[in-house]
């Protein structure tokens, strides 16, 4: 039924999608093509009893927005060479949270795997029409669209359903832009 959105290479349009895949469960863990688990992990580490855990922090949606400005105002060769992403998931987070009434916050969940219910993007999705479509009007990322993930994550902070623990962390590894030692570093912390 939404054939007229395809293709489509942006996996925010498709993570949009994701509460219709045929027989997915109620209750499932969403984790991009670059993650590895490397230690054990239990039920209970992304459901318990009727919750779903998050990890993550609350951060003030203003003060972002003044650091981008700020960092925009920044001379190139202050920055590294790095310009601002404006499609970027921090701010793809802080749309989404807007989205459904958290003006001056969001939380900010890393990148990890994600427990979701289907029931909670499936129910919002279908209320919203017009959101979906415009979320997956997109060919490519835009800074435009909202995040699956941070819907269902704030969907469920909203219904009091969301347990934040920040006990099982989660290391990320970016080869292109970490130096040996650093990449050393975070090998070493987590063995």
Not at 4 to 17: D, G, V, W
Not at 46 to 53: A, E, H, M
Not at 76 to 82: D, E, H, Q, S, V
Not at 149 to 171: F, K, Q, V
Request: glycine share 6%; aromatic share 10%.
């Amino acid at each position: 039924g939404y054939e007229q959105f395809l293709p489509t290479f942006s996996s925010l349009s498709i993570e949009a999608m994701l509460w219709r895949i045929p027989g997915l469960a109620e209750r499932f863990i969403y984790l991009n093509d670059d993650f590895q688990i490397i230690r054990p992990v239990a039920v209970e580490d992304f459901f318990r009893d009727d919750g779903v855990v998050l990890r993550g922090k609350w951060r003030a949606t203003r003060l972002r927005r003044l650091g981008q400005r700020l960092k925009a105002a920044l001379p190139g060769w202050l920055r590294f060479g790095r310009k601002a992403d404006p499609a970027s998931n921090h701010s793809a987070q802080q749309l989404t949270a807007a989205m459904v009434g958290f003006a001056d916050r969001y939380f900010q969940v890393p990148h990890c795997p994600h427990p979701m219910r289907r029931s909670k993007l499936e129910n919002f999705l279908t209320a919203h029409p017009r959101e979906l479509a415009a979320n997956l009007g997109f060919r490519l990322r835009a800074p435009e669209q909202f995040l699956a993930t941070a819907l269902a994550d704030h969907l469920e902070i909203g219904a009091g359903s969301a347990i934040i623990d920040n006990r099982l962390g989660t290391l990320r590894l970016k080869p292109a832009t970490q130096g040996a030692q650093s990449l050393q570093m975070q090998m070493d912390k987590a063995d």
